[in-house]
T-cell receptor, first 113, second 114 residues
Framework: GNSVTQMEGPVTLSEEAFLTINCTYT??????LFWYVQYPGEGLQLLLK?????DKGSNKGFEATYRKETTSFHLEKGSVQVSDSAVYFC????????????FGQGTTLQVKP | NAGVTQTPKFQVLKTGQSMTLQCAQD?????MYWYRQDPGMGLRLIYY???????DKGEVPNGYNVSRLNKREFSLRLESAAPSQTSVYFC?????????????FGAGSRLTVL
């Protein structure tokens, strides 16, 4: 079945460091791919998305490219800030086209000043 | 712009008690969802409603019931709470955004079952 695997956390970085959070997926068809972010005590918010192969989603300095050949959608940011500390979830759209999302387990990012 | 509103934010129950989590959205979305979030497990779908008047089971429906009261409201009921249902519950609704169904989430309801 369809699934999403993310790198284990927590990931701890110093401010201004480069961030990569790995995400790979298994899916039938051509799903849309998403990154959601959850700040402490809040619900999930859409960070970025990509709907087809080779698309690059970007927002707030974060980027991810939909790689069909490697079934990956890794999240990157060139220079992280303390305010980026949060839990990041990779997700893919269920092929049933009901809008359901299948989530990875989440990766906690801690950025230290 | 309220988006998705969930109540209550916190609840403590004893084993065997019942309760209902309420959810409402003001974005005129057709589809709504209930997920639970547990450490190391990500979010798992409990139930969803593709449109008013329809509901379907998700990945972990046992012990829950839902009602799609109208287009705006989608409630989740625990008839006889168990400690395994201690979790954070999120309601979401979805609408199209540049060709993809994008979920908008509520702030969550933290439930503890003793």
């Amino acid at each position: 079945g369809n699934s999403v695997t993310q790198m284990e956390g927590p990931v701890t970085l110093s401010e201004e460091a480069f961030l990569t959070i790995n995400c790979t997926y298994t899916a039938t068809g051509y799903p849309s791919l998403f990154w959601y972010v959850q700040y402490p005590g809040e619900g999930l918010q859409l960070l970025l998305k990509a709907t087809k192969a080779d698309d690059k989603g970007s927002n707030k300095g974060f980027e991810a490219t939909y790689r069909k050949e490697t079934t990956s959608f890794h999240l990157e940011k060139g220079s992280v800030q303390v305010s980026d500390s949060a839990v990041y979830f990779c997700a893919l759209s269920d092929p049933s086209n009901t809008g359901k999302l299948i989530f990875g387990q989440g990766t906690t990012l801690q950025v230290k000043p | 712009n309220a988006g998705v509103t969930q109540t209550p934010k916190f609840q403590v129950l004893k084993t065997g008690q019942s309760m209902t989590l309420q959810c409402a959205q003001d974005m005129n979305h057709n589809s709504m969802y209930w997920y639970r979030q547990d450490p190391g497990m990500g979010l798992r779908l409990i139930y969803y409603s593709a449109s008013e008047g329809t509901t379907d089971k998700g990945e972990v429906p046992n012990g829950y019931n839902v009602s799609r009261l109208n287009k705006r409201e989608f409630s989740l009921r625990l008839e006889s709470a168990a400690p395994s249902q201690t979790s954070v519950y999120f309601c979401a609704s979805s609408g199209k955004n540049s060709g993809a169904n994008v979920l908008t989430f509520g702030a969550g309801s933290r439930l503890t079952v003793l």
